[in-house]
């Protein structure tokens, strides 16, 4: 009798590139490897994850397709490279040890909600782990705000000082349970504790007396300071209007609208009208804030929370300190930044002591230190699409595909609602929300997550891209640090970015419309259509430009806009406009002093910003004349468009200069006739609704007089 001898052994060597980190990839593989008996190691690295397996080629084939087809939920696979290796007899698998040599390529998992099996386990007074508001596993919890450097090890993140208890350890080296590797892994005999603090920073109470004292304290109409995972946050109940006044002056916070955090998916289908990517965008693992249209009639949230505002910013628990929180107190509560405005959200409780003790009442502190601020994110639906609108905690660090490898690159971003990017190999990645860079507050965050960036990734010496604009924050930090940077002209920039985010290449023609960024002609630029190649841009169309008496001012009193855009339609005949909005106001010397200013140019810098195109257009409909956050006179703009029986829209001219390049897509039709609408009494609504639809017609034309055929 023959038999057949066993298949010989191979040995494939992997090498596992991009979100592999942080979601327990390893205690996957193992299991993997286990399951096909399967022989080898497998090891965190600088660059990703490296297997090495031994076996049957048959099973190794299966090993390597099965690794995509089972991956992990919260895992992304941008490249698996296999080599040939020599088999040395290995039969058991193991692993190893983290190896933190060469080049940092690694991607960095944004913080996860916390997971249904997690959430069960807080809920359940027979777990060992009731009402733990750290409680976590492979599948959730904090990730990004406690990494301190590659690779994603406990020793590497700032839960390194909280040695795990004999229960614990047991979960995290036991393959078959979901804690297997788990880096946060803790409970309430090892890990972080909360207590609450006064405003002095005397302790009123621990763990479960914290918790319970911080909610009996915001029930009862206090501000409470609450550090979460990525930052604080400031809470007061959604429906207490004489608390969010307090917090809003306390705040210097005037107007602009204030996040909300429902303690359950069904108070917010009570109070907002939803969808069902709506519904998924609230629940998915990002946990963003979701702007949702308010349902006619809700009273259960304050008008004072979103004042004139047709939507309500919501979220929803993500950690288990929240949903702890928002169980006890069981109603709709303000959750808006830990900050003063304009400042970056605080992460240390000795410095929200500091900078929050003039607003908050209490503080309910944690010891498990942040290695990062985190802002909430924010995004909403549009076209059935999810649309990113602040990119924080749930989505940063986030990587861009670049298809090529480009040398190290740090590109130090703009001036308002700043981020910054490094190119590790093939991706870009880009920071969390920064913010506006006006304090020295923003500036110096600014400056903290460049070195952050650079020590993660091992950045050295890499080329530095900024604005254009040399009085920009962000522009004069690189050259202080001695940086040889390139310059970026700003519209330039942001159609690159919309085509690297959509995996888009040239030629396209860009639209990029906003409030300002420095031109090539040293105007300020903010209505323009880009042409653009693979290696070469060009200006192939632009707003009409119109002065702004007082430059800056004008984008935060809008009238400035109305009457710059006045003065370049009727000249110095707009000052006889008396029944105009942005002129009411005014004395006769103010209009004596803006007439002088204007027609001999003296702080009227010309703009082609569709941003203070819109500021103008809402004060010449008397909706908005003074802005206290960016952005109001134009959401207001949008906030009044009322449904119109049959599609209108104002006329309006496309010219060429010379009959070369740009096209200049001049409004002056289109403000006669909202001139002649508001003299008939026409409804700003229907005014608001015509001018929205102008702006899509202009599009449309520019995009077919240059050629475009879709």
Known sequence: MITASPPAAIRQRLLIRGTVQGVGFRPFIYRLASDLHLGGWVENSAQGVVVEVEGPSDSIAAFVRRIDRERPPHSQIGSLKTSCVEPIGRTDFEIRASNSQGARTAAILPDIATCRACLDEVKNPDDRRYRYPFTNCTHCG???????????????????????????????????????HAQPNACPHCGPHVELWDAHGGVVAVRHKALRGAAVAICNGAIVAVKGVGGFHLMVQAHDTDAINTLR??????????ALMFPNI????????????????????????????????????????????PYLGIMLPYTSLHHILTREINVPIVTTSGNIAEEPICTDEH??????????????????????HLDDSIAR????????????????????????????????????????AIVVGQDAVLSQHIGDLGTREAHQALGETVSDFARLY??????????????????QMAKAASFATTPVQHHYAHVLSCMADNHIEGPVLGVAWDGAGLGTDHTIWGGEFLQVGEESWRRAAHFRTFPLP????????????????????????????????????????QRGTLRRMLTQQINCPITSSVGRLFDGLASLLGIRQLTTFEGQAA?????????VSAYQHYEFALRYQSGELPVVLDWAVMILGILDDLHKGASTGVIAAKIHHTLVEMIVAVATTLGEQR
């Open 142 to 180: 904090p990730r990004f705000s406690i990494v301190e450097s590659l690779p994603y090890d406990r020793r590497n993140t700032t839960m390194k000082s909280f040695q795990m208890c004999a229960l614990c350890s047991e979960e995290y080296f036991n393959p078959n349970n979901r804690r297997f």
């Open 249 to 258: 002056t306390r705040k210097r916070r005037d107007a602009k609208p204030l």
């Open 266 to 309: 069904e108070s917010v289908d009570a109070a907002c009208e939803i969808s069902e990517l709506e519904r998924c965008l609230l629940r998915s693992p990002a946990a963003p804030i979701v702007l949702l249209r308010r349902r006619h009639g809700f009273t259960g949230v304050s008008a004072s929370v979103a004042p004139a505002n």
């Open 351 to 372: 410095d929200a002591l500091h900078r929050l003790g003039d607003i908050a009442d209490l503080f309910l502190v944690h010891n498990r230190p942040i290695a990062r």
């Open 381 to 420: 639906t549009m076209s059935g699409r999810e649309q990113v609108l602040r990119s924080a905690r749930g989505y940063a660090p986030f990587s861009i595909h670049l298809g090529q490898v480009l040398p190290p690159t740090l590109a130090m971003g703009a001036h308002l609602k700043s981020s910054i």
């Open 458 to 475: 091992g950045l050295d010496s890499p080329t530095v891209t900024t604005d254009a604009h040399p009085d920009y924050a962000s522009t």
């Open 550 to 589: 007082g430059g800056e001012k004008a984008s935060r009193e809008p009238w400035r806009s109305a009457v710059g855009i006045l003065f370049e339609l009727l000249g110095d005949q707009c000052f006889d406009l008396t029944e105009a909005d942005c002129f009411r106001s005014l004395t006769e010397t």
């Open 635 to 643: 959401m207001a703009l949008e906030f009044i468009v009322e449904e």
